[in-house]
T-cell receptor, first 111, second 115 residues
Framework: GENVEQHPSTLSVQEGDSAVIKCTYS??????FPWYKQELGKRPQLIID?????GEKKDQRIAVTLNKTAKHFSLHITETQPEDSAVYFC??????????FGDGTTLTVKP | EAGVVQSPRYKIIEKKQPVAFWCNPI?????LYWYRQNLGQGPELLIR????????DSQLPKDRFSAERLKGVDSTLKIQPAELGDSAVYLC?????????????FGEGSRLTVL
């Protein structure tokens, strides 16, 4: 089955610095790659997503890149703020709806 | 519009007792997922429904877990009997159209503690 590996498991940055989280997937049928932010005790919420026909997508301080050949995608957060501190999950979906999540990255932004 | 609604939010039971969780997806969402999330890990799929049909239940421990989605709307997930290792957050999520890469919306989750 699909396997999604996410790195690093923890990431600490200074406020204003950039943060990068990387994921690799194994199922070549995966074609939709969302990123979720989960604050303590709350539901995961979508922050950005990318589909397989696109290489990069940006939304203000957040961007995602996808390399289908290498089967990896990355989340980039620029100008980090303390409120960006949370757990971030990547996921891979196939067109049939099959989903696999990474194990998460705990991001800490130090003021 | 209301999001995905789950209940109860919290449940504490003793081992060997039964427990049930309920999920009401976003109106019009055909696809419904139940995930289990252990502390410090990502959501793990238990079962996926397309309308009322369970299309992926390969990771559902069928000896003690069961689920249903009557009329392709609300869904319930049941554990009987519960074991200590079942302590986790049970997340329900839904998507707009089956077979398409639509956004997945999560509920708040049901946190189960088995003593």
């Amino acid at each position: 089955g699909e396997n999604v590996e996410q790195h690093p498991s923890t990431l600490s940055v200074q406020e204003g610095d950039s943060a990068v989280i990387k994921c690799t997937y194994s199922d070549s049928a995966s074609n939709y790659f969302p990123w979720y932010k989960q604050e303590l005790g709350k539901r995961p919420q979508l922050i950005i997503d990318i589909r397989s026909n696109v290489g990069e997508k940006k939304d203000q301080r957040i961007a995602v890149t996808l390399n289908k050949t290498a089967k990896h995608f990355s989340l980039h957060i620029t100008e980090t703020q303390p409120e960006d501190s949370a757990v971030y999950f990547c996921a891979a979906f196939t067109n049939a709806g099959k989903s696999t999540f990474g194990d998460g990255t705990t991001l800490t932004v130090k003021p | 519009e209301a999001g995905v609604v789950q209940s109860p939010r919290y449940k504490i039971i003793e081992k060997k007792q039964p427990v049930a969780f309920w999920c009401n997806p976003i109106s019009g969402h055909n696809t419904l997922y139940w995930y289990r999330q252990n502390l410090g890990q990502g959501p793990e799929l238990l079962i996926r429904y397309e309308n009322e049909e369970a299309v992926d239940d390969s990771q559902l421990p069928k000896d003690r877990f069961s689920a249903e989605r009557l009329k392709g709307v609300d869904s319930t997930l049941k554990i009987q009997p519960a074991e200590l290792g079942d302590s986790a957050v049970y997340l329900c999520a839904s998507r707009q159209t089956s077979g398409r890469s639509g956004e997945l919306f999560f509920g708040e989750g049901s946190r189960l503690t088995v003593l």
